[in-house]
């Protein structure tokens, strides 16, 4: 499978088009209207039902990385989860290089606070100068335990503290998974595995806490769909993809929760990057 970013207009925004389709069904925004199941990671499709899945570790690292406008290429149904983080797209945006474009940035300031619940998980969005991560998660494994992480998410630290931090699960929902046929391409190579309360993976964690560091990347590729880069405070306990994708659609439904603002000029990658 090969994936492409490849530079994008103002006002654009992250486009996936999937090479493989016919051309009048290549286009698949990446909207929180788009989004099909967020089983395993999150899927969008449209209206042809052509569909991209796992999506959220590359929108993180575009997101992240504070470009705006791009334009992703694919060849097949699943963007590459590579080592499971955000790590490889950064590499490759790195290597693009970035432009500001010459228009001033569209911003989804928070003005009140959006909460969804689901039992003990909690996802919120509150106002704040800037975009802050608060993040919490709790397992029994005691590989895992309590971690919590507050997060300014600005370029420098999302690339440093952030997007290296991989997708992670139990050794025994893994084996029942593909059993089912599912999670098929899953392995050591591009996830922290957990047996019990021990890390399988011979190397080792890159964080102490990387399994709460992976949530907030989730949720910052996830907070993506929203369609432009958000203004405010992220605080989620327990939290998931579809917490995530609750939370976005509770705010854009709430015309008083939020409004446009304009900062800084937007981004756009520069020239084509392939994996």
């Not at 290089?97 to 909690?122: F, N, S, T």
């Not at 080792?204 to 405010?232: S, T």
């Amino acid at each position: 499978m090969r994936l492409t970013l490849k530079p994008a207009g103002v006002d654009h925004g992250i486009v996936f088009v999937r090479v493989d389709a016919p051309e009048f069904a290549r286009r698949v925004p990446a909207l929180v209207e788009k989004v099909t199941t967020t089983q395993l990671g999150t899927t969008l499709a449209n209206s042809a039902g052509v569909s991209v899945a796992t999506v959220e570790h590359l929108l993180a690292a575009l997101f992240g990385m504070g470009i705006d406008n791009v334009v992703v290429e694919l060849d097949g149904p699943e963007v590459p989860i590579l080592d499971g983080s955000s790590a490889p797209f950064i590499e490759m945006i790195e290597m693009a290089g970035m432009r500001a474009l010459g228009a001033p940035r569209r911003m989804l300031e928070v003005l009140e606070p959006v909460e969804v619940r689901l039992g003990d998980k909690v996802a919120r969005l509150e106002p704040f100068d800037g975009f802050e991560l608060d993040v919490a998660v709790e397992f029994t494994s005691r590989a895992i335990g309590r971690q919590r992480v507050v997060f300014d998410c600005t370029p420098e630290s999302f690339a440093k503290d952030l997007g290296a931090a991989r997708t992670f699960g139990f050794l025994h929902q893994v084996e029942a998974m593909q059993a089912q046929g599912l999670a098929l391409g899953g392995s050591l190579e591009n996830a922290v595995v957990i047996d019990g309360d021990a890390v399988v993976n011979q190397e080792g964690l890159r964080f102490a806490d990387e399994f709460v560091r992976h949530k907030a990347l989730d949720a910052v590729g996830d907070l993506a769909l929203a369609g432009a880069p958000i203004q405010g405070r992220y605080v989620a306990e327990r939290a998931g993809h579809e917490m995530n994708v609750a939370l976005v659609r509770a705010l854009l439904a709430n015309s008083n929760a939020w409004r446009w603002s304009f900062a800084t000029l937007p981004v756009e990658l520069l020239p084509a990057a392939g994996a």
